[in-house]
Nanobody
Framework: QVQLVESGGGLVQAGGSLRLSCAAS????????MAWFRQAPGKEREFVAA????????YYADSVKGRFTISRDNAENTVYLQMNSLKPEDTSVYYC?????????????????WGQGTQVTVSS
């Protein structure tokens, strides 16, 4: 059983930065992948980034590569998403997820634990 709580969302101008946090509680397995997804109105839930909890390996969607950075603090059981050079198209609800994907880590259905989401709005 894992509980995830996101924070750090808000309103920012294009070109600005935000850092999202995902605090995890409960049992965390060394093999778990921690990920960020986002979902805008009328669109499917989209993979953003992921990190292997134990080793720190990172994976990114092409749309955010070079702008976003995912990291983790093992002592605090927290995953971060540093978002720089934000664009209006980044506007979405961002969700933290955890799981042990069997097939494709980019698929939302592969994760069984989810946070409540935090709103990120980027103005032009």
């Amino acid at each position: 059983q894992v509980q995830l709580v996101e924070s750090g969302g808000g309103l920012v101008q294009a070109g600005g930065s935000l850092r999202l946090s995902c605090a995890a509680s409960g049992r965390t397995f060394s093999s778990y992948l921690m990920a960020w997804f986002r979902q805008a109105p009328g669109k499917e839930r989209e993979f953003v980034a992921a990190i292997l909890w134990s080793a720190g390996n990172t994976y990114y969607a092409d749309s955010v590569k070079g702008r976003f950075t995912i990291s983790r603090d093992n002592a605090e059981n927290t995953v971060y998403l540093q978002m720089n050079s934000l664009k209006p198209e980044d506007t979405s609800v961002y969700y933290c997820a955890a799981g042990r994907p069997y097939s494709d880590y980019r698929g939302a259905h592969e994760y069984n634990y989810w946070g409540q989401g935090t709103q990120v709005t980027v103005s032009s």
